[in-house]
């Protein structure tokens, strides 16, 4: 069983920027896939941005593109989504997730690509 424990979130103005931070208490956790995902009331869960396990390689959703950056340090068993020049359309929940090892590109826009989520942590940017 992974747990992974989301912090980081909170209230910003447009244009601010916030960066969440995700800890797993995995042993596998340089094995894994990690995503983000957002969603707000009454809306289905959205991918945010993804990285694979070993080389990093980085996948986003076209509305964070170029906005959002993610990373992870795999000594600390950490993810981090980096937030810049935030809109009021990013106010949701935000939830780490934490999925397999060999994944195409196009697996990590997907939710039933992950088996593991974490308790989520809310961003609100004002206008």
């Known amino acids: 069983q992974v747990q992974l424990v989301e912090s980081g979130g909170g209230l910003v103005q447009a244009g601010g920027s916030l960066r969440l931070s995700c800890a797993s208490s995995g042993r596998t956790f340089s094995r894994e896939a990690m995503g983000w995902f957002r969603q707000v009331p009454g809306k289905e869960r959205e991918f945010v941005a993804g990285?694979?396990?070993?080389?990093?390689?980085?996948y986003y959703a076209e509305s964070t593109k170029g906005r959002f950056t993610i990373s992870r340090d795999n000594a600390e068993n950490r993810v981090y989504l980096q937030m810049n020049s935030l809109k009021p359309e990013d106010t949701a929940v935000y939830y780490c997730?934490?999925?397999?090892?060999?994944?195409?590109?196009?697996?990590?826009?997907?939710?039933?690509?992950?088996?593991?989520w974490g308790q989520g942590t809310q961003v609100t940017v004002s206008s």
């Open positions: 990285i694979s396990p070993s080389v990093g390689r980085t």
């Open positions: 997730a934490a999925g397999g090892t060999y994944y195409r590109g196009t697996d990590y826009f997907e939710t039933r690509a992950y088996s593991y």
